[in-house]
Each structure stands twice: as C-alpha cells, then as structure tokens.
C-alpha cells in the first residue's frame, strides 16, 4: 500500500531538510531571466526551477496563478512540470488556493487530488472562506488517494489579519477554529496527517498549539517577504522540524537566470534552514 | 469607450431581466444527461446550456472547478464556450472563486480579466480569505479593462456563516467589513460599479446596507438550495431590481436533456423572476 501523505512528506524532509522551491512564473521572473512572457518563457523557467531543485528540496510549490495567465496552453506547461517532477520523485504542492461549496470541491478534488488526473499533485492549496466544513470532500479524497492538503490558516501577508483574526467568540479567532478542526481531522492518521496548515513566518503564534494540529505545516514568508530561518524556528518551537515545508520562492530564482546560481541558491537556503531548524 | 461592466451589466438585466445560468458539468450532471464524464461530454452540456440561455438570460456562470477537472483540455472546452458566449453576446460570470496575496492575484487579472486572454470573461468571482486589500490589482484590472468582480462576502451554504460571519469588533462582522470596503471602491464608479458582491439568497441581511454597496450583486442559492425569487425579493428590497442577478443552475440542467425541456426552463424561471423582481 502507498504510505499516506505525511509519512512520504516527513521521509523527504527527513532526508532532505523542509526547503520547498516556490515556482513563480510571473511576468515580472520572466524578464529578469530575460525570458518573453509566453508559453516558451513559461516552460523554460518551470524546468529550469524543478532541475535546480533535485536532490537539495523536499518538493516544488509550483503557483498556479501564474500557469493560469496563458489558459489552457499555461496549463498544459503546468501537466509538464507535474509529470517531469513525478519522474524525478521530487513532491509537488500544487498552489491554487482552491476553496467553494462541498459540490463544487468534489470537483476541485477530481483535479487536483485523483491519481490518472492531468492535474493530479502530491498536495493542493486550500482556502477556507466558504467555511470549514466544506472543505469535507478534499480531505475524503485526498485520504483515499494518499495525497495531502494546505489549508490556508494564516498567510504571511499583513492584510489576511483582518479575516483570518476575526473573533470567533471571546477566546478564539477563526485562526483558531480552524487548527482545531484541522487536528480533528488528522486524528485518523497515526503517523503525521493528512491535512495541513498554511501559516505565515511572518506571524505571531495563534491561541490554538500549533503543536496539538499533527499534520503538516508549509511556510511562506521566507525571505523577499522579511521573515528568516530564525523566525520559523521561533514559531514553530515545539512542532517536530519534519514536518515543516518552508518555502522559498523569489531569493531563489532571483539568482537566475544561470541554473548553476539557481542550484547554487537553492543549496544556501537547504544549509540555512537545517541550521536553523535542526 | 467601452461601457463599464456595471453599465454593460445593468442593460442586459434591463433587457433580459435578473437571470444568471449556472453552467455546472459535474460528473452526477453529465450523468443525468446521459453523457460520459469526459471531454465530450463537458462540450456537449457547456455548449447547450449557453444555447438554453441566449436571448432570455443575462449571463451565464460556468463553474470552472468542473472543467478543471479535465486538467487543460477541460480549459480548452472553457475557452470555446466563453468565445462562443462572447460571439452570442451573453455576459459570463467565470465562478473561479480566486484569492491570493496581491502579487499572485496580478496573474490572475492577467488570465480572467484581461483582453486577448484565453480565459477573458465579464466578470469573476474572487474569494478575500487573504485579505480585502489584497483584492486592489483585481479592482484596478477590472476597471482599466471595464470588466468587473464578484467578491464573495456571504455564501449560500451554511458553513460559510462561522468565517462570514466572526467579529471584527463590538458592531462588525466581516462582511460587514467587507461590504464597506466594496462600496468604498465603487465611489470611483460614476454608474453601478465595478466590484459586485456575490451574496446568497439564503441568509440573513448584514448589518451594512445593501443598497449602499452600489454594485451588483450576484446571488446564489434560489433553485436546489432551497430559496425561492421571494427570498431575493425580500434580502435585496431596496436595491435597484436593475443590480441583482440571480444564479439558478441544476433546476435549469436538471430539465435536460432535451434542449426544449431546458429552454423552456430557461424561459419559466426568467418569468418568476420577473414576476418577483419587478
């Protein structure tokens, strides 16, 4: 039997340290590789990501937004990379920041969470506005496939406060009720579980322990956006280092567009979170 | 110049009344008509709902999770429907439900809301769990290419209520928030504006006032979910008949798939909201 998300997460980062390269193919990457901002611009840079990253990252954090400006020729380069990184055993959290009514995510789950699927990742980015609950049909599925989520709790930018911060009632914020249930659902997992948790380096410790969620943490806000090594460790002091996917994006292609600098790049960050977060 | 969306949308609904067609080829939709859930199948039913609705329906919303679905081949059957919408000269409502930090929601102004994009459409729907302010290159996009948004601000399903509805402070709950914020960017609208609020038809009325959103509303919920034109009627009295569009979607399919069958729900469903939204 395939070994569930978690334990095939936690061996990678076990093996290889939590550094997770973000894909970015923004029009703004593209031309400082000096790339046209096209399909062959696309592909080049998401390749070129994914081959700098072998052996030295736990996955790839490919965004699919940015796939998405070219339509479905965007999204055929996006199957490329998804196939490209399977063959190359290197994991893939799909970044789509997905998130509706149960009906409409059984639909995202067919996409993005089914094995035989173009789309199919190792994990998917979640959303939470259209409540908690909702999100029901991508944890089933993602537990029958041995596939993992993200659900967006805390994001590092400032402006998620005033949602994500709300009060729930005196003691907890929406922060809050979601880790919770969030670790009531990874309680059919005896290893680390299915479903985890977006959380900003960039922000303060919730109410709820972060240590009591049992499933997976990915961490944007690492360097371009001013959070450090050091602050991941702080935030998540308690929580098991092997189960933290930090992502770096930006201070790593921004080393390009010569892939031994990119590699190089990718390496110094694998370095700088293992001292960090031993 | 181009009409802005608010102006463009408003005649249509003056024209044509309230009705938005929900296009949603589920697997259990496709099914139901007798189809295969596959790339055929999505074609066959996407393209003979938009049939169904010209001439008697504002707009039509596909849901994209279900071409999704297919990966980019069910976005290549998308980008025909939304030409051949364009060519028809029915408005589309792309019910993508995107949000991300406002770096990433530049990629997708670029892919919904852009011309000469695949995926260009009228307006999209957005969700805000990453914050309000993080929406402004949506707004900015939107108005310089007068297409328009839909915010998600009260979902039609009950478990969006504990995100919906958590405190901002003693008088606020986040939509409430949400709303002021809209209405602030529609000042810069002369007519209706440009940010649309998808509010849906089973909740409650929010502390902040409706009729000062001056967008439009998009309103989810009548048909299979349980809310009837009347409900409508009663959440929006106040806010111009002219601003409200109503989504029905699997009352409409489930009539199919006789094309007669669908066209004459089409039509049922255009009167009784018409008969309640004079």
């Given at each position: 039997m395939t070994d569930t998300f978690g334990v095939r997460l936690r061996d990678r980062i076990q093996t290889?340290?939590?550094?997770?390269?973000?894909?970015d193919p923004s029009r703004r990457?593209?031309?400082?590789?000096?790339r046209g901002d096209d399909i062959s611009g696309l592909e080049f840079f998401s390749l070129a990501m994914l081959e700098a990253s072998m052996g030295l990252a736990a996955a790839?954090?490919?965004q699919v937004a940015y796939f998405e400006r070219f339509g479905s020729a965007g999204f055929r380069v996006l199957?490329?990379?998804l196939s490209d990184a399977r063959d190359?055993?290197?994991l893939i959290v799909a970044d789509a920041k997905r998130g509706d009514i149960g009906s409409t995510n059984e639909g995202y789950a067919e996409a993005w969470l089914t094995p035989g699927s173009p789309l199919a990742a190792d994990a998917l980015t979640v959303t939470p506005y259209l409540g908690i609950d909702t999100m029901a049909?991508?944890?089933t599925t993602a537990a029958a496939t041995a596939r993992g989520l993200f659900v967006v709790v805390a994001s590092s930018n400032d402006e998620g406060r005033v949602v994500q911060e709300a009060r729930i009632d005196d003691e907890r914020r929406v922060e809050d009720v979601l880790l919770e249930r969030i670790a009531e659902w990874n309680r059919a997992d005896e290893d680390l579980g299915t479903v985890g948790v977006v959380f900003g380096a960039t922000r303060d410790r919730p109410r709820?322990?972060?240590a009591h969620v049992n499933?997976?943490?990915l961490v944007p806000g690492v360097g371009e956006q001013g959070a450090t090594p050091e602050h991941v460790a702080r935030l998540f002091s308690g929580v098991p280092t092997s189960s933290l996917l930090v992502n770096v994006s930006r201070a790593i292609a921004g080393a390009g567009p010569d892939p031994r600098s990119v590699r190089d790049a990718v390496a110094r960050w694998r370095d700088d979170l293992a001292r960090a977060l031993p």
């Open positions: 290889l340290g939590p550094l997770c390269v973000g894909v990457q593209l031309t400082l590789w000096e790839i954090k490919p199957e490329r990379l190359a055993r290197v049909p991508l944890v709820f322990d972060l499933g997976p943490f």
